[in-house]
């Protein structure tokens, strides 16, 4: 059981965990998720007393880290897997954690032979690759068979068969009625291993709920529509229809349109009175990634524009056009909106087109080396924020995963 | 953009051992300072850095007591009354070099790997790795240099017959008394690393401890800094050093075990800084 009341931290300035309250309970995998610099690392380093927390407290099973009872046999973490001497053997790296926890040296061998690493346990880690430096790093937290388990990041490098294990691993310790507390940004991860989630951004919590809830709260299901790809007239006939009676309609690049408010039958029935046929009528439900993209738009602080090449690009022969380009990146307010009142990020950020949308002439005109270009960005043009003000090809949150 | 995440309040917590209901069978022990010690002698000798910095020490002791010994068999002394034990304080003064850099390592390298981290989430109490981190130290750097010091003080004065003969004290200081002495330098180095937490800005500062107060007193020449230079020319390391082996470099300077009691005043100064640094800063 872990459990944070208030807790904050400030660097000067900056504010990395901001009053920060949440409980983390035994016999469950707790998922904590959130952007890159959110505050989970800095969390976790302030429940096991490496970074004193500016205001608020963080217990676990009722002390403190520091003032618990031999602590080491009550918690095992993980926090950084190159968090190693990297001259020392793997064995002796934990026979020297074993030693200062006053762990039996058999218990080396033991989790050596857990983690897999016993072939080279003689081997100097600066040799290790990622994955089996995060096995010495889960080796090292399960040294002590402590009740509560931190990890950071566990599956970060390691091979698919590695993940599995690591999987299979967190929900084996969990159901033994520990307390397993686990960072990722892989939220497939998250979704097959986690039960509980704890999200944050900017430091502050998002969300302390279940999985399922937090697909539910965070997601609007949706359906695909597709009229014959061969009439523009008929698709335009049917978004207007749709939106007549009701729903709410985004275009999707291939031609195909996303409904939302509007159950499967009605849409049906709105596209027969429209005298539309359907080629595609289907529905679909949101991903934990996708309702954690749209929770978390509001607080990512690092977030990538479109790499401009300006002036590193030889000069356009005449006459040609170079492909269009269609970005892959998630664009922010693509996601339809949650449910009033449940995440205050996503409203925050502007979700209105400031830039006309695709295809109107705006966008084309200001290039005056090809005019005929027919890519709704060009290259060479100032740049144009690609978040969160574009509406241009939005992507299928299917091809940004 | 404020306003956080409302919780709902919890359930309440099912009445049951506060922390969780696992329970690990193996027998719990609580770890004290004597499995600090062993962690801190495991760790200290599966690394190949110390091997390296002790190794040059002996072949620096021994080869540079060897050298003095055979140029002053070649040598007519002539008229000094210069103790023979003092020509080992060349080989001590440079292998103090890999004691310090060695001192530094034992702490400056956890924080630079990040080893740190994991050392305190194994063992939360500062202190306790501190303290074992400078007495295994310690004891390894004063035993070797020890061993050293007394080889090369056999071998010059077997090996160079003339001058005046010491006297027991004179034999114990140059040993003992070294080997002392440069172990409780190193462990200087190590409180400075646990302040620095940075190799190699943590040996620089220990070297230009050593030698800077020496170098600088050779170039005051002026009248007004004649009290100065006379200070720092008297109680340099290298001059306190040299003095244990009953030599001085300046007539008011330290004398026979004076030089002990100096620097583990200013060891236990900078260990006392280190232990309140530890457990104050964020790691």
């Not at chain 1, 009053?19 to 429940?47: A, H």
């Not at chain 1, 520990?178 to 704890?198: D, G, P, Y």
Request: proline share 10%; glycine share 10%.
């Amino acid at each position: 059981m872990i459990e944070a009341v208030g807790l904050t931290k400030r660097y000067g300035a900056k504010t990395a965990v901001h009053n920060l309250s949440f409980q983390v309970r035994p016999g469950t995998v707790t998922g904590f998720l959130g952007p890159n610099g959110s505050g989970k690392s800095t969390t976790m380093r302030m429940i096991l007393g490496l970074d004193r927390p500016t205001s608020g407290h963080v217990t676990i099973g009722g002390h403190p880290f520091r003032g618990l009872p031999n602590a080491p046999r009550q918690v095992g973490a993980l926090l950084d897997a190159k968090a190693v001497h990297g001259g020392r053997s793997a064995r002796s790296h934990l026979l020297s954690l074993a030693q200062l926890a006053g762990i039996p040296a058999r218990r080396v061998d033991e989790v050596l032979g857990v983690v897999g690493l016993q072939q080279v346990a003689k081997q100097r880690s600066k040799g290790f690759s990622l994955g089996m430096g995060q096995r010495l790093g889960i080796a090292a937290a399960l040294l002590g068979d402590p009740q509560v388990l931190l990890f950071d990041e566990p599956v970060n490098g390691l091979d698919p068969e590695g993940i599995l294990w690591v999987r299979n691993l967190m929900k084996q310790l969990a159901a033994e009625g520990r307390t397993v507390f686990v960072s990722s940004h892989l939220m497939s991860e998250m979704a097959v291993t986690a039960e509980h989630l704890i999200v944050i951004g900017r430091g502050q919590l998002l969300a302390d709920m279940s999985v399922k809830d937090f697909i539910s709260h965070n997601s609007a299901d949706f359906a695909r529509v597709r009229a014959p790809g061969t009439d523009p007239a008929q698709r335009e006939k049917l978004t207007s229809a749709l939106t007549e009676a009701g729903g709410q309609v985004l275009p999707e690049p291939d031609g195909a349109l996303r409904v939302t408010g509007l159950p499967l039958p009605r849409i049906s029935e709105v596209a027969h009175e429209a005298d539309v046929r359907l080629w595609e009528l289907s529905p679909h439900q949101a991903s934990l990634e996708e309702a954690y993209m749209r929770m978390t738009q509001g607080a990512v602080d690092y977030r990538s524009t479109a790499d401009q090449k300006a002036g590193l690009q030889p000069a356009v022969p005449p006459g040609y056009a170079p492909p269009p380009v269609i970005p892959d990146v998630p664009q922010q307010g693509w996601y339809a909106p949650p449910p009033p009142g449940q995440n205050p990020y996503a409203a925050g950020p502007p979700q209105a087109p400031v830039h006309p949308p695709l295809g109107s002439d705006a966008v084309r005109q200001p290039d005056p080396q090809a005019p005929a270009r027919p890519a709704p960005r060009p290259p060479a043009a100032p740049p144009v924020p690609q978040a969160p003000d574009t509406p241009a090809a939005p992507t299928t949150p299917e091809d940004a995963r | 953009m404020t306003t956080p995440y409302q919780q709902q309040p919890h359930a309440p917590q099912a009445p049951g051992p506060q922390l969780g209901t696992y329970t690990s069978p193996i027998a719990q022990r609580r770890p004290g300072f004597g499995d600090a010690l062993a962690s801190e002698w495991t760790k200290i000798r599966s690394v190949r850095s110390t091997i390296w910095t002790l190794g040059v020490l002996v072949v620096l002791m021994l080869g540079l007591g060897l050298l003095f010994a055979v140029l002053l068999r070649a040598n007519d002394r002539g008229e000094t009354n210069t103790p023979v034990l003092v020509f080992g304080a060349f080989g001590v003064l440079l292998g103090s070099i890999c004691v310090i850099t060695l001192g530094v390592l034992t702490i400056s390298s956890e924080y630079g790997t990040g080893m740190i981290r994991t050392t305190l989430t194994a063992c939360p109490s500062r202190g306790r790795i501190l303290a074992a981190k400078s007495v295994v130290f310690f004891l390894i750097s004063f035993v070797i240099v020890t061993a050293g010091a007394t080889l090369v003080a056999i071998l010059q004065t077997a090996m160079v017959p003339d001058g005046p003969r010491p006297t027991s004290g004179d034999w114990l200081r140059a040993t003992v008394g070294v080997g002392f002495y440069i172990a409780m330098l190193g462990l200087l180095s190590l409180a400075v690393g646990a302040l620095i937490r940075h190799s190699a800005g943590a040996i620089t500062i220990m070297i230009g401890v050593v030698l800077l107060p020496l170098v600088l007193a050779m170039f005051m020449f002026t009248a007004s800094l004649s009290g100065l230079r006379d200070f720092l020319m008297a109680y340099s390391i290298p001059s306190q050093l040299i003095a244990l082996y009953g030599d001085q470099l300046s007539t008011p300077g330290p004398s026979g075990w004076e030089s002990l009691g100096i620097i583990t005043g200013i060891t236990a100064v900078a260990l006392g800084g280190a232990f309140v640094s530890l457990n104050s800063r964020d790691v």
